[in-house]
């Protein structure tokens, strides 16, 4: 059964493309593209620094971890604001994005925005990869990380930029 995603609206403030939509509960999210998010860890990959926006989303809002009711249109309307920015900027376009480890959670949304992209329509058109690495913050701390890209199937800077985003990738894996 097919789901109409929720109307939402666009604004746009300098590097930052933010749409938002209203659930049924009331409950209202923000998905955003960011231009310029993750410039200072990507200046030495010029396919990426040029064609690449930082993608999220969260609810206002937040509610701590409290559960929500399964709203299929939420996914519904999340894929389909991706497919109309993609569309919007191009073929081009290189989507990246992380997965907050900020409450311990990371691997949880990780597997959930896997779920989304198998179940959704964006995967006949865009190409989705993810890495996970461990970060030793200090001898007694280490940090789960989950981080990846979406772009165009048709991306003819793809290969370059899958490229990019390993040599990137295996960086951010190196102790420091």
């Known amino acids: 059964m097919a789901h109409d995603p929720y109307s939402y609206f666009q604004e746009e403030d300098g590097d930052e493309v ?4 209203t659930s049924k509960d009331q409950i209202m999210y923000s998905v955003y593209f960011r231009a310029n998010e993750y410039d200072e860890h990507i200046a030495d990959f010029p396919t990426l620094l040029e064609n690449s926006y ?8 937040p509610n701590g971890g409290g559960k ?9 309307t999340i894929d389909t604001i991706i497919q109309d920015f993609v569309a919007e ?8 994005y992380h997965c ?21 329509t964006t995967k006949d058109t865009i190409y989705k990869t993810e890495i996970n690495f461990v970060a030793h913050i200090d001898e007694h701390e280490e940090v789960n990380y989950y981080i990846g890209y979406l772009t165009p199937l ?8 899958h490229e990019e985003f390993k040599v990137f990738a295996r960086g951010l894996t190196i102790e420091k």
């Open 100 to 120: 907050d480890h900020s409450d311990g959670r990371q691997h949880k949304r990780s597997c959930s925005f896997e779920r989304w992209y198998q179940t959704s």
């Open 89 to 96: 900027k191009g073929d081009n376009i290189i989507i990246l």
């Open 154 to 161: 048709n991306n003819p800077e793809a290969a370059k930029a």
């Open 68 to 76: 929500f009711n399964v709203d299929v249109r939420i996914r519904v």
């Open 18 to 21: 933010v749409y938002y939509f």
């Open 54 to 61: 930082a993608f999220g989303f969260y609810h206002l809002p």
